[in-house]
């Protein structure tokens, strides 16, 4: 199974000068516990790394210092998330007709979870890995006003890997650059095309690294795993 790698983040919420994908948490960078886990997953035989250039030679030395089996390419990122799956989508091999996308910040993802996701995505066109939300959600208007309260038991939090055919999400982002569509993960897309995507379950720990607060957290987690 391709696996890419959205990395080319700046590190603004976290409050960082840089990537914050070269953070350390628990002695390692974040994007090494994301590419340790792709390289334990077996489903996945080849990694794509969509990031800024300037931060290339960083992630070489990282990939050099874990012994990264599995074949690794670079590809330059965009100025959105968006941006950057489109360039990692033009990168595929071209005998290449699913793909996982897994947010390098998301670096608790278990090798379980990937498998789990690679097994599923052969038998459907799009998928994701989710949780059901424990909060109540609320939908609140520009000036602070709850608007409606969605029924819990139909909200799940979104998370990676993502699988998609690579023929139809194709498709799907370039239908968005023609209709402008802004979105946050690539299931938006297909859900706008009209395409079916489900859920994988996904894990508690899989949390998205974006704050110093999360860093905490993902420190937690990661030395609590090793006992
Ligand atoms: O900013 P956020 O944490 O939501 O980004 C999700 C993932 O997308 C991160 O792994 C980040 O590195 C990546 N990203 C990207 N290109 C961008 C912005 C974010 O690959 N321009």
Redesign the pocket.
């Known amino acids: 199974m391709y696996l890419l ?6 590190g ?2 976290m409050g960082a000068d840089r ?3 070269l953070l350390q948490v628990h002695s390692k960078s974040l994007i090494a516990w ?1 590419l340790l886990a792709a390289e334990a997953a077996s489903s996945i035989s080849w990694i794509g790394i ?3 250039p300037h931060d290339w030679e960083d992630f070489k030395g990282i990939i050099a210092n874990l012994k990264i089996s599995k074949p690794i390419e670079f590809i330059s ?9 489109y360039n990692g989508l033009q990168a595929l091999p071209a005998n290449a007709n699913q793909v996982l996308i897994h ?4 670096c608790l993802a278990t090798p379980d979870l990937f498998n789990a996701c690679a097994e599923a995505i052969l038998h459907c066109p799009g998928l994701i890995a989710a949780v059901p939300v424990k909060d109540t959600i609320k939908v609140v208007d520009a000036s602070g006003i709850i608007q409606s309260t969605p029924d819990r038991e139909q909200l799940w939090a979104a998370q ?1 890997p993502q699988g998609f055919d690579v023929k139809l999400l194709k498709q799907c982002h370039a239908e968005g650059v023609r209709q402008g569509w802004e979105v ?1 993960d690539d299931a938006a897309l297909f859900e706008r095309c009209g395409i079916e995507v489900r859920i994988v379950m996904g894990e508690e720990t899989n949390l ?3 704050t110093p607060q999360d860093l905490a957290i993902a420190e937690f987690i990661l030395s609590h795993r090793e006992q």
């Open positions: 790698i959205p990395a080319a983040g700046s603004k919420r990537n914050k994908l994301t969509i990031s800024q990122g965009g100025s959105t998330r968006q941006e950057s799956v947010d390098g910040a998301r990676t946050t998205k690294v974006t």
